[in-house]
């Protein structure tokens, strides 16, 4: 199984099946990116009957106020995910999705380790996702992953099968030192 624990330096993990899989940040209009994107809008046309509706903003999705990640495997893209602050103060996780390919590896849980970390070092508290009753799968990993039932929230907040998950993140303490520094 590939936890955080398996998680190496520069993004880096091992899957279910031994195989290596490898982290990058890439923005959101990124060609590869794009690709990811229209394979997890092609996902929800075939689960929901249409495309996601909620308005990203590709800028939403850079270092500090997000990333964008996408998995690799052997030089092959396996999946990927985002995460964006929202004005509550939370992070949302947006995007997540592995190639049938990959599926049942562990990339997703890979994926969300990387997203609620960086989430974290941002200084985000909480981290929130909407997800929907057709992806069992998904819903899964997620209560495996500590997630819990939220508010809902967004276009989908009423939303009758919509389900909304959060979990609360492990904050790293700054030093005054580094706090300093960050202001000089």
């Known amino acids: 199984m590939c936890t955080s624990a398996d998680q190496g ?3 880096r993990g091992v899957l279910r099946d031994g195989r290596a899989a490898s982290l990058r940040a890439l923005p959101y209009d990124d060609p590869l990116a794009q690709y990811l994107v229209e394979a997890v809008q092609q996902e929800y046309v075939r689960r929901y009957g249409g495309r996601d509706a909620a308005v990203v903003d590709p800028a939403e999705f850079l270092p500090p106020r997000g990333a964008f990640l996408v998995a690799e495997v052997d030089g092959v893209p396996a999946g ?8 509550s103060g939370q992070a949302e996780i947006k995007r997540v999705y592995v190639e049938p390919a990959f599926r049942r590896q562990g990339v997703a849980r890979l994926v969300v380790a990387a997203l609620e970390q960086g989430a974290a070092a941002a200084g985000h508290a909480e981290v929130v996702l909407n997800s929907g009753r057709e992806q069992p799968e998904a ?3 997620y209560a495996e992953l500590g997630y819990r039932p939220v508010r809902g929230y967004g276009v989908y907040a009423c939303a009758p099968d919509a389900v909304f998950l959060g979990k609360p993140l492990s904050v790293p303490e700054v030093s005054r030192e580094e706090e300093s520094s960050w202001v000089s």
């Open 139 to 141: 819903l899964t990993l």
């Open 9 to 11: 330096p520069g993004g």
């Open 80 to 87: 990927c995910g985002a995460w964006r602050a929202l004005p």
